[in-house]
């Protein structure tokens, strides 16, 4: 099967336009008709189901949390971009779409790309018409800061919480469609099985986790928004029940998953403390703006931060990249912390951190502050004082937010961080109309491939998940269900629901009857500890090549030996992680695969074979300018489809940050 | 900042379903470090109960950062336990000390029934929001984002309101399971924003009658739930909805979709 | 118009509980100044002049009329509230928050105000009953500073009313403020003043209370 992308032909910047100026329509009374599946109430899901329902569409939800407003989306911090230029710093969408291209590491598409950075206005002002509070100036206009590097001012912001925001935002109108009867919401309920009818997808299996009771649902399109799949690594900043089971079971029904290897890891976390941790919690990338990061000169130094002078200290980020300095890009910063920590220099007790450092921006807007208010002659101690003051205005709820983790003060002692997984860019590989190879299945938001390449910029998955949802979907799907108006809802007594439901059925009680000896919490933390030493930060063929092995062997000790408690037809958290876990398993299986076949480093994935004399990621173009699509073909074989990247606007270049 | 271990009692809620009758069982946990989270602990007390091959306490989690909303549980008499402004999932066990035994109930309400042990449905709250905690505006239907200013202090404000979790405390930590602290921050949410204004008396009539159908009670002004709030909503909100459905009332626009 | 909210709707009750609440404030005011007379030591003669014009002028007795039916809505409303709530969480909690998160007065407001109305029937049934009997039979007015004089002088009596105005004043304490919050009033910029105000009228109001039958019995009065 040879990939189409579907981009349409023409200049970049008419693509979308013209796209939508030709797509096929579905007159009103049809769509009526029409029945749309949508997994997931994330900013891409939530979005998607309103914006569908507005339209006419019959629309059922699903979610595994006991409301969609509790989707993990609701965790992003920083912020959303989108280039509507209000500084007039000389942003555009050619700006953000060169910016996201080069941020991607030159591994994404031209074409999808495009088309997310001239929709970013739009989702803007349809949050702000929604009653999303961003922040705002005095004169009552919208605010901006500047992120992740980028030299405009670009994101809009609300707070610390703005996918808070934006997510209830598109929760409330998906409430509101919930409320016109346009949109039928099953919470707790999770999607286990994609129904294949005439080489169509047709509907779900799904389980309702209360009741445990399995149920078929009918769609004409099935709308996987289930989000990123972090969680393969056990410990991420992901919610613990973000999972990949949908994509998974998609995936096994035929849909390609592209890039699975391409994982983001977030340079500024709370480090682990102990065996006990069962998630990690992101300190937001804007404390980089202020902080300075460094570890001891001294390998395995127990000395307290404040007791190491000023010159046995290594400012690491300063030292290798004088230009950007602590700013680099999140999968640099990242990888030169775990430098630091692999060569014994790393700090607390379990020497896998580096410090933060707010001291001297402290001391620095102390000694502003001071000027301002015209003082001399003050001492350090009002300095620091009146520095405190202003670093809390900035980033108070942060520390307040580190504090109550650690019990440490981030205002006396520097905070302690360590990269942890944070972002999926990989995911099911999708066309320009965002459906996957399989006819009738589509995928949004992180859930999917697209947009991202190879390391996503900071403040951009909130603008693709909506992008996704609110402005691409209500077109592309118009387009493809504009030939299926004849087809009638397909009763569930259809011998492929049938067979889907006793095929999900069969699982359950195969997972129930290992009664085994050991828990599924064991079996996930083994998985991720293989994954995060072999698959994580920094690859090695050698390294990924035991780890395929060991993950295989851990699958078939997963099937022979978990322990489910429970039943199957109540309220069971422990069923329900057994199959997620399950899936994970298989999954990390074909991440492993995907980053030893590509054979280069390229954002968020770094070969350690592939670096050039100073560290840094070495791309090869010439080789691997593709998108990896892999085709399940049963277990532990899959096979390698490439969609070939074309550069037709923008000029591939190794990027550099000294 | 000193690490410690310690020794629990902990006197748990459970029930099997909505239906059956439920109890408080005893369980000891040994060797918590004082750097676990409170749901950290109940990971290591589920992780024994399997490994003797007895079923886990059931709760709701998910993001273990504080903003979900979905943690839950009432911590001997509080609300998302001891410490100010904080969730469940953010309270960490160096609030306890060795010997401690601690006494742990689902949320209460009948408007909350029980699904499991600890995990209440909470999707009362979802259909409140239908009744009109919304802005109607349909994709694609919006001007440009700057078309209007908004005070900040306004939006501040909103926003101080909108930074809800929807978890259900207050509901839980009032005395009348009343859900007013939540309707008034969703109400005051919209209702401070120029884009609220055309639907402003509808939605605050709308949703106080679905919060009466679902069987919360009426709010007499205590202020555990201001108190117990992990996002710290303040009663403000309350006095502003009051305003809103005294407005709604006298002014004669207020009917129903 | 939707007057009907007023009376089917959760917040609509308790805007009827803020509006007669604050009318019976403003009784007590009215109420606590007439008997603040005793005070002038005059025996009796300003008091008597007061209560007779309280007691005969034909706008004093309508709104009097007035008064009982707030007084009733306030208690029945009351109840039905306190009642309603109580019924709302069928399994009560085995540890509760107690004082940590809110005052004990703020959640006892139905029991303060049993005790209050308990204290009002027999105060009416001493004072306000005998005297509107007399009154309407055609035997006159009762001489009231007298009788307050003979009931004062007996220690039961005078505890009894200083535990009613105890009671009364707690009640104030949280009744007060809720009041101004129901009506959407307690905002930012006025709730220190409307509680502060709230915390000095319940005190005031039922001391001067409380002194009069503290007076008569100590014979400060005479």
Same mark, same amino acid.
């Given at each position: 099967?040879?990939?189409?992308?579907?981009?349409?032909?023409?200049?970049?910047?008419?693509?979308?336009?013209?796209?939508?100026?030709?797509?096929?329509?579905?007159?009103?009374?049809?769509?009526?008709?029409?029945?749309?599946?949508?997994?997931?109430?994330?900013?891409?899901?939530?979005?998607?189901?309103?914006?569908?329902?507005?339209?006419?569409?019959?629309?059922?939800?699903?979610?595994?949390?006991?409301?969609?407003?509790?989707?993990?989306?609701?965790?992003?911090?920083?912020?959303?971009?989108?280039?509507?230029?209000?500084?007039?710093?000389?942003?555009?969408?050619?700006?953000?779409?060169?910016?996201?291209?080069?941020?991607?590491?030159?591994?994404?598409?031209?074409?999808?790309?495009?088309?997310?950075?001239?929709?970013?206005?739009?989702?803007?002002?349809?949050?702000?018409?929604?009653?999303?509070?961003?922040?705002?100036?005095?004169?009552?206009?919208?605010?901006?800061?500047?992120?992740?590097?980028?030299?405009?001012?670009?994101?809009?912001?609300?707070?610390?919480?703005?996918?808070?925001?934006?997510?209830?935002?598109?929760?409330?109108?998906?409430?509101?469609?919930?409320?016109?009867?346009?949109?039928?919401?099953?919470?707790?309920?999770?999607?286990?099985?994609?129904?294949?009818?005439?080489?169509?997808?047709?509907?779900?299996?799904?389980?309702?986790?209360?009741?445990?009771?399995?149920?078929?649902?009918?769609?004409?399109?099935?709308?996987?928004?289930?989000?990123?799949?972090?969680?393969?690594?056990?410990?991420?900043?992901?919610?613990?029940?973000?999972?990949?089971?949908?994509?998974?079971?998609?995936?096994?029904?035929?849909?390609?998953?592209?890039?699975?290897?391409?994982?983001?890891?977030?340079?500024?976390?709370?480090?682990?403390?102990?065996?006990?941790?069962?998630?990690?919690?992101?300190?937001?990338?804007?404390?980089?703006?202020?902080?300075?990061?460094?570890?001891?000169?001294?390998?395995?130094?127990?000395?307290?931060?404040?007791?190491?002078?000023?010159?046995?200290?290594?400012?690491?980020?300063?030292?290798?990249?004088?230009?950007?300095?602590?700013?680099?890009?999140?999968?640099?910063?990242?990888?030169?912390?775990?430098?630091?920590?692999?060569?014994?220099?790393?700090?607390?007790?379990?020497?896998?951190?580096?410090?933060?450092?707010?001291?001297?921006?402290?001391?620095?807007?102390?000694?502003?502050?001071?000027?301002?208010?015209?003082?001399?002659?003050?001492?350090?101690?009002?300095?620091?004082?009146?520095?405190?003051?202003?670093?809390?205005?900035?980033?108070?709820?942060?520390?307040?937010?580190?504090?109550?983790?650690?019990?440490?003060?981030?205002?006396?002692?520097?905070?302690?961080?360590?990269?942890?997984?944070?972002?999926?860019?990989?995911?099911?590989?999708?066309?320009?109309?965002?459906?996957?190879?399989?006819?009738?299945?589509?995928?949004?938001?992180?859930?999917?491939?697209?947009?991202?390449?190879?390391?996503?910029?900071?403040?951009?998955?909130?603008?693709?998940?909506?992008?996704?949802?609110?402005?691409?979907?209500?077109?592309?799907?118009?387009?493809?269900?504009?030939?299926?108006?004849?087809?009638?809802?397909?009763?569930?007594?259809?011998?492929?629901?049938?067979?889907?439901?006793?095929?999900?059925? $069969?699982?359950?009680?195969?997972?129930? !009857?290992? &009664? @085994?000896?050991?828990?599924?919490?064991?079996?996930? /933390?083994? #998985?991720? %500890?293989?994954?995060? $030493?072999?698959?994580?930060?920094?690859? !090695?063929? &050698? @390294?990924?090549?035991?780890?395929?092995?060991?993950? /295989?062997? #851990?699958? %078939?000790?997963?099937?022979?030996?978990?322990?489910?408690?429970?039943?199957?037809?109540?309220?069971?958290?422990?069923?329900?992680?057994?199959?997620?876990?399950?899936?994970?398993?298989?999954?990390?299986?074909?991440?492993?695969?995907?980053?030893?076949?590509?054979?280069?480093?390229?954002?968020?994935?770094?070969?350690?074979?592939?670096?050039?004399?100073?560290?840094?990621?070495?791309?090869?173009?010439?080789?691997?300018?593709?998108?990896?699509?892999?085709?399940?073909?049963?277990?532990?074989?899959?096979?390698?489809?490439?969609?070939?990247?074309?550069?037709?606007?923008?000029?591939?270049?190794?990027?550099?940050?000294? | 900042?000193?690490?410690?271990?310690?020794?629990?009692?902990?006197?748990?809620?459970?029930?099997?379903?909505?239906?059956?009758?439920?109890?408080?069982?005893?369980?000891?946990?040994?060797?918590?470090?004082?750097?676990?989270?409170?749901?950290?602990?109940?990971?290591?007390?589920?992780?024994?109960?399997?490994?003797?091959?007895?079923?886990?306490?059931?709760?709701?989690?998910?993001?273990?950062?504080?903003?979900?909303?979905?943690?839950?549980?009432?911590?001997?008499?509080?609300?998302?336990?001891?410490?100010?402004?904080?969730?469940?999932?953010?309270?960490?066990?160096?609030?306890?000390?060795?010997?401690?035994?601690?006494?742990?109930?689902?949320?209460?309400?009948?408007?909350?029934?029980?699904?499991?042990?600890?995990?209440?449905?909470?999707?009362?709250?979802?259909?409140?929001?239908?009744?009109?905690?919304?802005?109607?505006?349909?994709?694609?239907?919006?001007?440009?984002?700057?078309?209007?200013?908004?005070?900040?202090?306004?939006?501040?404000?909103?926003?101080?309101?909108?930074?809800?979790?929807?978890?259900?405390?207050?509901?839980?930590?009032?005395?009348?399971?009343?859900?007013?602290?939540?309707?008034?921050?969703?109400?005051?949410?919209?209702?401070?924003?120029?884009?609220?204004?055309?639907?402003?008396?509808?939605?605050?009539?709308?949703?106080?009658?679905?919060?009466?159908?679902?069987?919360?009670?009426?709010?007499?002004?205590?202020?555990?739930?201001?108190?117990?709030?992990?996002?710290?909503?303040?009663?403000?909100?309350?006095?502003?909805?009051?305003?809103?459905?005294?407005?709604?009332?006298?002014?004669?626009?207020?009917?129903?979709? | 118009?939707?007057?009907?909210?007023?009376?089917?709707?959760?917040?609509?009750?308790?805007?009827?509980?803020?509006?007669?609440?604050?009318?019976?404030?403003?009784?007590?005011?009215?109420?606590?100044?007439?008997?603040?007379?005793?005070?002038?030591?005059?025996?009796?003669?300003?008091?008597?002049?007061?209560?007779?014009?309280?007691?005969?002028?034909?706008?004093?007795?309508?709104?009097?009329?007035?008064?009982?039916?707030?007084?009733?809505?306030?208690?029945?409303?009351?109840?039905?509230?306190?009642?309603?709530?109580?019924?709302?969480?069928?399994?009560?909690?085995?540890?509760?928050?107690?004082?940590?998160?809110?005052?004990?007065?703020?959640?006892?407001?139905?029991?303060?105000?049993?005790?209050?109305?308990?204290?009002?029937?027999?105060?009416?049934?001493?004072?306000?009953?005998?005297?509107?009997?007399?009154?309407?039979?055609?035997?006159?007015?009762?001489?009231?500073?007298?009788?307050?004089?003979?009931?004062?002088?007996?220690?039961?009596?005078?505890?009894?009313?200083?535990?009613?105005?105890?009671?009364?004043?707690?009640?104030?304490?949280?009744?007060?403020?809720?009041?101004?919050?129901?009506?959407?009033?307690?905002?930012?910029?006025?709730?220190?003043?409307?509680?502060?105000?709230?915390?000095?009228?319940?005190?005031?109001?039922?001391?001067?209370?409380?002194?009069?039958?503290?007076?008569?019995?100590?014979?400060?009065?005479?």
């Amino acid at each position: 099967m040879t990939l189409n992308s579907k981009i349409p032909a023409g200049p970049l910047e008419t693509k979308w336009e013209k796209y939508k100026s030709t797509c096929k329509l579905v007159n009103p009374a049809n769509k009526r008709q029409l029945e749309v599946i949508v997994i997931g109430t994330g900013l891409a899901g939530a979005s998607a189901a309103a914006s569908l329902g507005e339209m006419g569409y019959k629309v059922k939800a699903f979610c595994f949390q006991d409301s969609p407003r509790r989707a993990h989306s609701i965790a992003a911090q920083g912020g959303i971009n989108a280039a509507k230029n209000y500084q007039n710093d000389g942003d555009s969408t050619y700006r953000l779409f060169y910016d996201t291209i080069k941020g991607g590491d030159y591994r994404s598409r031209e074409g999808n790309v495009y088309r997310l950075a001239s929709v970013s206005s739009n989702i803007i002002d349809q949050c702000v018409a929604q009653g999303v509070p961003f922040a705002r100036e005095y004169g009552g206009l919208l605010s901006n800061r500047s992120f992740g590097g980028t030299q405009v001012q670009r994101t809009f912001y609300a707070a610390g919480q703005t996918g808070q925001q934006l997510l209830i935002g598109a929760y409330q109108a998906l409430e509101r469609q919930i409320a016109l009867g346009n949109v039928k919401m099953y919470s707790r309920h999770e999607m286990l099985e994609i129904v294949m009818i005439d080489g169509k997808a047709r509907g779900i299996i799904a389980r309702d986790l209360v009741s445990g009771k399995l149920e078929r649902h009918f769609g004409h399109a099935v709308l996987l928004c289930s989000g990123g799949y972090g969680n393969v690594f056990y410990l991420s900043t992901n919610a613990m029940g973000s999972n990949v089971t949908a994509i998974w079971k998609a995936h096994k029904q035929g849909a390609y998953f592209g890039n699975p290897c391409y994982t983001q890891i977030h340079p500024t976390c709370i480090p682990v403390s102990g065996d006990h941790q069962s998630k990690l919690t992101l300190m937001s990338e804007s404390l980089r703006n202020d902080g300075r990061i460094w570890v001891p000169k001294e390998k395995g130094d127990t000395r307290k931060p404040n007791e190491i002078p000023e010159e046995e200290r290594d400012y690491y980020l300063e030292r290798r990249y004088p230009a950007f300095g602590n700013l680099v890009p999140r999968d640099v910063a990242s990888r030169a912390a775990k430098e630091r920590c692999d060569a014994g220099y790393g700090v607390g007790s379990s020497k896998q951190a580096v410090y933060l450092d707010f001291a001297s921006a402290i001391m620095r807007y102390g000694k502003v502050e001071a000027g301002k208010k015209g003082v001399e002659n003050v001492d350090d101690a009002t300095i620091k004082q009146m520095g405190d003051e202003v670093v809390k205005e900035k980033y108070g709820n942060l520390f307040e937010m580190y504090e109550k983790i650690t019990g440490e003060d981030p205002y006396k002692v520097p905070m302690r961080i360590y990269p942890a997984v944070h972002y999926t860019m990989g995911g099911l590989w999708v066309d320009y109309e965002l459906m996957t190879n399989v006819p009738g299945l589509y995928s949004l938001g992180e859930a999917n491939f697209s947009d991202h390449g190879a390391n996503r910029l900071g403040a951009s998955a909130l603008m693709q998940g909506l992008a996704d949802g609110y402005f691409v979907i209500p077109y592309t799907l118009g387009n493809n269900l504009a030939d299926d108006i004849r087809t009638k809802a397909i009763p569930t007594d259809h011998p492929a629901f049938m067979a889907a439901e006793k095929e999900v059925s $069969d699982r359950i009680n195969r997972l129930m !009857n290992i &009664k @085994g000896k050991e828990s599924v919490e064991s079996f996930h /933390k083994r #998985l991720g %500890k293989i994954m995060w $030493d072999k698959c994580g930060m920094a690859r !090695n063929a &050698k @390294g990924l090549q035991e780890a395929i092995e060991e993950i /295989k062997a #851990l699958r %078939k000790e997963f099937w022979s030996n978990v322990f489910i408690p429970g039943d199957i037809n109540e309220y069971n958290p422990e069923l329900d992680k057994a199959g997620r876990v399950a899936d994970f398993i298989e999954l990390g299986e074909l991440m492993c695969v995907d980053a030893l076949h590509r054979n280069e480093s390229c954002g968020g994935h770094f070969r350690e074979e592939y670096q050039t004399e100073d560290g840094e990621a070495l791309r090869q173009d010439d080789q691997y300018m593709y998108v990896a699509a892999w085709e399940y073909k049963g277990d532990s074989n899959f096979e390698l489809h490439k969609e070939e990247l074309n550069y037709e606007v923008v000029h591939p270049s190794q990027r550099s940050y000294k | 900042m000193e690490h410690y271990n310690m020794n629990l009692t902990l006197k748990v809620w459970k029930q099997k379903n909505k239906n059956e009758k439920g109890r408080f069982e005893t369980f000891n946990v040994k060797n918590i470090s004082s750097e676990m989270s409170f749901l950290e602990m109940f990971d290591v007390l589920n992780e024994q109960l399997v490994a003797e091959g007895k079923e886990p306490i059931a709760f709701d989690h998910d993001c273990r950062e504080g903003i979900c909303g979905m943690c839950s549980m009432y911590i001997n008499g509080r609300a998302h336990g001891p410490w100010h402004h904080t969730t469940t999932c953010q309270l960490h066990m160096r609030e306890y000390k060795d010997g401690d035994t601690i006494v742990v109930e689902p949320w209460r309400a009948n408007a909350f029934p029980v699904i499991k042990d600890l995990v209440v449905d909470r999707t009362s709250f979802d259909r409140i929001i239908q009744a009109g905690g919304y802005i109607s505006v349909n994709t694609g239907n919006a001007v440009d984002a700057n078309a209007l200013p908004i005070d900040k202090q306004r939006a501040d404000e909103s926003f101080a309101a909108a930074t809800c979790i929807g978890c259900g405390a207050c509901v839980a930590a009032c005395p009348n399971a009343s859900a007013m602290l939540f309707v008034s921050a969703k109400v005051s949410h919209l209702a401070l924003l120029p884009q609220g204004e055309p639907e402003r008396k509808m939605r605050v009539v709308n949703m106080i009658e679905q919060m009466d159908k679902e069987g919360f009670g009426s709010c007499t002004n205590i202020g555990a739930c201001e108190a117990e709030c992990p996002k710290g909503i303040s009663l403000e909100n309350i006095a502003r909805l009051n305003r809103e459905y005294i407005g709604a009332t006298f002014s004669g626009s207020a009917q129903h979709e | 118009m939707n007057w009907k909210q007023l009376f089917s709707t959760s917040v609509g009750k308790k805007l009827q509980m803020s509006l007669t609440g604050l009318f019976l404030i403003l009784f007590l005011v009215v109420h606590c100044y007439v008997n603040a007379q005793v005070f002038r030591n005059d025996g009796g003669k300003s008091f008597n002049a007061y209560a007779h014009f309280m007691g005969t002028d034909y706008i004093i007795r309508t709104i009097e009329i007035g008064l009982f039916a707030f007084l009733f809505i306030h208690v029945i409303q009351g109840l039905v509230l306190y009642f309603r709530n109580r019924s709302l969480r069928n399994v009560r909690y085995a540890v509760s928050a107690g004082n940590k998160t809110s005052h004990w007065y703020s959640r006892s407001m139905a029991l303060l105000g049993t005790l209050i109305l308990l204290f009002l029937i027999l105060h009416l049934s001493t004072f306000w009953g005998p005297n509107r009997y007399s009154q309407t039979i055609g035997n006159g007015e009762l001489p009231l500073y007298d009788m307050m004089k003979d009931d004062f002088s007996q220690l039961w009596v005078v505890i009894v009313y200083v535990l009613g105005c105890f009671a009364l004043s707690w009640h104030l304490v949280h009744g007060f403020y809720s009041a101004f919050q129901t009506l959407g009033l307690g905002t930012f910029r006025y709730k220190a003043a409307i509680k502060f105000v709230g915390v000095a009228f319940a005190i005031i109001i039922p001391l001067i209370f409380a002194l009069m039958p503290i007076s008569f019995y100590l014979n400060w009065i005479n």
